[in-house]
């Protein structure tokens, strides 16, 4: 018999009810009942708490943890977005738009890992669905267990039985507890379940990886504390026309979140992209104007990146400008400053701007190539394929300095190109007579437009 009973509260003002309303009476909020456990009384103990203690204050200093507690997930890309690898008895969200692949990774990861036992339950696809997909990914592994089951109970009851080192729910939407009689996918499900798994995990030091789904507007779906519980969240993107998925860190408690890991989606699942550049800029063997590459660094990785730019003549009256990739505030800001410190005018044109492989990037370092690119368009005058640049451009229009600007240029010289083009005040400790690749340095907005024409 559960011990446990539900009341639903008024989210805004705590108000209490036994039944759900669509309106609270004391505060008069709509839609803001949900469900909550209350009075646990004496709690049962779950199947995977054979013989775990209660915890008591101990000093932080006492506190013994082992230097391995790391758990290589088979996939290099996975590991560098996890910090180095799975921490146990950590839980990571993994949120993603429909069909993005979420599924697909987090088997493959399952399939990959070695040596481990991985149970993995599914709660949206049958077995014979699963064991498809593993048969397109095309790896055998005895370690790794199907379960399809969605009440939490009868999880915990099959993890006390086969002792699993990893769990992986696929996916938090289609659990539910007994203890709630809301449907799964409600709030208070979600939000209940996630506790459970949460708690599963500090006490056994099992760790477990949820899937989410996301809602319209790319949140994942379920309270918004969902993120706070878990100690690392992740998100999966990336354009449906590509083969290109990034995977991304939004929270992680154990390592970086500028960190990205990048797959490319084919017949026979995830590859893991090791190398950006090369893949980002192979499309290109004419030289062609609007085109300019950008010197990034997402995390610790260098990449370069092309950005293509489309100028021209205003069609209808108000000029169009649209941007994929990059940040439509951004590109009006960086035009603006164009039009203002500049010889050259573009208010009266069109600019669509183009991220090369449906990458978005944060750096802004890809600032200077935005503009070149702006001007090679405008111009018509093809950069010349073996320039890139690093920098980013102020409102005053001055080029300013940006991180690591070393590892830019030596990736640039790494991958065959002759010139790069940085700021001036990032030059401090870089002897350019150690570089094979001509460096040039630039201070505002006036000197790039004379350097490029
Ligand atoms: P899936 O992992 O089911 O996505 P999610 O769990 O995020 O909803 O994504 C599956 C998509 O990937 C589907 O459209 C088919 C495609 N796919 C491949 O292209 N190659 C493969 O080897 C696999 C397994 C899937
Ligand atoms: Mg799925």
Not at 124 to 148: F, P, T, V, W, Y
């Amino acid at each position: 018999m559960s011990k446990t009973k539900s009341t639903y509260f008024c989210q805004s003002c705590g108000n209490q009810s036994s039944k759900w309303l669509g309106k609270c009476p004391a505060c008069g909020e709509w839609n803001s009942f949900v469900e909550e456990v209350v009075s646990s009384g004496k709690e049962e103990k779950k199947p995977y708490q054979k013989n775990s203690k209660k915890p008591i204050p101990q000093s932080i200093s006492d506190i013994s943890f082992e230097k391995e507690s790391r758990i290589n997930t088979g996939m290099e890309e996975l590991n560098r977005v996890l910090g180095g690898g799975m921490v146990s008895g950590s839980v990571i969200l993994v949120g993603g738009e429909p069909g993005i692949g979420k599924s697909t990774l987090m088997l493959q990861m399952a399939l990959k890992i070695k040596g481990l036992r991985i149970l993995y339950v599914s709660g949206e696809e049958s077995g014979r669905q699963l064991k498809m997909r593993a048969d397109r990914i095309g790896i055998e592994n005895q370690d790794c267990l199907i379960l399809n089951e969605t009440s939490t109970n009868e999880i915990f009851r099959h993890i006390g039985e086969v002792e699993p080192n990893m769990v992986v729910i696929d996916s938090i939407q289609t659990l539910h507890t007994d203890v709630l009689e809301s449907s799964a996918g409600s709030i208070s499900q979600i939000r209940e379940t996630a506790a459970e798994m949460q708690k599963f995990s500090k006490i056994t030091n099992i760790p477990v990886v949820l899937i989410g789904h996301i809602t319209k507007d790319g949140n994942i779906a379920g309270p918004k504390i969902l993120e706070h519980m878990v100690d690392t969240v992740l998100n999966f993107e990336g354009d449906r026309h590509y083969g290109f998925r990034i995977l991304r860190s939004v929270k992680n408690r154990f390592g970086s979140t500028s960190e990205l890991g990048i797959f490319e989606m084919n017949s026979s699942g995830l590859r893991e992209v090791t190398n950006p550049s090369e893949l980002l800029l192979s499309q290109r063997d004419e030289n062609v104007s609007g085109v300019a590459i950008a010197a990034m660094i997402e995390g610790q990785r260098p990449m370069l990146i092309e950005v293509q730019a489309l100028v021209g003549p205003a069609a209808y009256g108000t000029p169009q400008r649209s941007a994929t990739g990059f940040d439509t505030r951004r590109m009006n800001m960086l035009l603006a400053v164009l039009e203002k410190r500049s010889s050259y005018k573009v208010s009266t044109k069109d600019v669509f701007l183009n991220i090369a492989g449906g990458i978005r990037v944060d750096d802004p370092a890809i600032d200077l190539a935005v503009i070149a690119s702006v001007l090679s368009s405008a111009e018509d005058i093809p950069i010349g394929n073996n320039v890139c640049f690093a920098a980013e451009v102020g409102l005053s229009g001055e080029i300013r300095a940006v991180s690591r600007t070393e590892k830019r240029i030596s990736e640039a010289e790494k991958l065959g190109f002759e010139k790069i083009i940085v700021s001036k005040y990032s030059l401090k400790g870089i002897e350019k007579q150690n570089y094979k690749i001509e460096i040039v340095a630039v201070k505002n907005i006036q000197d790039i437009v004379d350097e490029l024409f």
